[in-house]
């Protein structure tokens, strides 16, 4: 008995599959090596078999020579006329000395029949065998011309969808490369007015296009005796925090980033009251907001609180104003997207 041979290949796919040796051996013998989805599927029938974890046996093959048959017949044919020729001396014998002569000469030329005979037939056979041999060799020659036109056009086939990829990707790349610059160039447009506006506003001249928002008055609750927060005033805010603390840019970034998130969270769920309360002595918005000049002043601007002896910011549900917090966001977005706002102001 010997272990049954199994495709090597899917044998070490099933190991690196977490399957043991033994197991994926079993599989690819009994699901006939046909392929990996039919011995995961005989794995998972048989998974609870006993002999799961058992190699499985099959007879050795034993190879049984034959005997050189050529051989048995010419010492057949051999023995056939050894025998014919005792009896023909037995014959010659019995007839006399007479007919000795004759039948030796008879036998001779029968003998030399027969050699010519095989000799004729061994030259048929080997003409036969070289016809043969010729046309097995015009087959070959015609199939590997046909292999090698059919890999010619596969090869110009590949060609083609490779220079079509290539074409493809260039355009693409042109596209792409046009649309960044173009990006660019509005990003520098847009820099450029940034920075035209800052300069106005630090010369004192009026904006060429300034659009107050329209102020929004809840039913809820109206303050017609208030003042209404523009974003001019919470620009102003903002060119102030950063002026105070020009000589620590990374501060003031981080500072404007918190500023970012308290606004957005407030505008995204108006009615969570945790992001309506900020405790003045929380550690991280206290060395990150409060201690820097301007930046619980914006927050007020955005319609926070400031109760006696509290300790908090309160932000009251009916004082939401999403219109104001939407350009509260908008103002710190933009101070943090133009490198120069607030420096070329006095």
């Not at 041979?5 to 599959?17: F, I, P, R, S, T």
């Not at 190699?55 to 023995?79: A, F, K, M």
């Amino acid at each position: 008995m010997a272990v049954p041979q199994v495709d090597k290949k899917m044998l070490g796919e099933l190991e690196l599959m977490g399957f043991p040796a033994i197991r994926s051996i079993r599989a690819l013998h009994y699901s006939g090596n046909s392929n990996l989805e039919s011995a995961i599927n005989w794995l998972l029938e048989h998974e609870n078999d006993p002999d799961i974890d058992q190699l499985p046996l099959v007879p050795r093959e034993i190879n049984i020579e034959c005997g050189d048959t050529s051989n048995e017949v010419r010492n057949s044919d051999q023995g056939m006329r050894t025998h014919a020729q005792e009896r023909k001396q037995e014959d010659q014998t019995a007839a006399g000395s007479q007919k000795e002569t004759s039948l030796v000469e008879r036998e001779l030329k029968a003998d030399e029949q027969g050699e010519e005979d095989r000799k004729r037939i061994l030259a048929l056979y080997k003409s036969k065998r070289d016809d043969e041999e010729i046309a097995r060799g015009r087959a070959r020659n015609q199939v590997q011309e046909r292999e090698r036109i059919q890999a010619a056009k596969d090869l110009m086939e590949a060609k083609r969808a490779l220079e079509e990829n290539q074409r493809k990707r260039m355009m693409e790349s042109r596209k792409a490369d046009r649309e960044e610059e173009k990006r660019a160039r509005e990003r520098i447009r847009q820099r450029i007015d940034a920075d035209k506006a800052e300069r106005r506003r630090g010369l004192g001249l009026p904006q060429e296009t300034t659009v107050a928002p329209t102020p929004i008055v809840t039913p809820e609750k109206v303050k017609p005796t208030e003042p209404v927060v523009t974003s001019e005033q919470l620009r102003d805010c903002l060119r102030t925090l950063k002026r105070n603390h020009k000589d620590d840019s990374g501060r003031v970034k981080r500072a404007f980033q918190i500023l970012l998130k308290i606004v957005g969270n407030i505008a995204k769920n108006p009615e969570e009251e945790k992001f309506r309360r900020i405790r003045l002595s929380n550690p991280v918005f206290k060395d990150k907001v409060g201690n820097l000049q301007g930046g619980v002043e914006f927050l007020e601007l955005c319609g926070f609180q400031k109760p006696r002896n509290n300790g908090y910011l309160l932000m009251p549900r009916g004082d939401v104003d999403m219109v104001l917090l939407n350009a509260a966001g908008a103002e710190i977005a933009s101070a943090m997207e133009n490198p120069y706002f607030g420096l070329l102001s006095k």
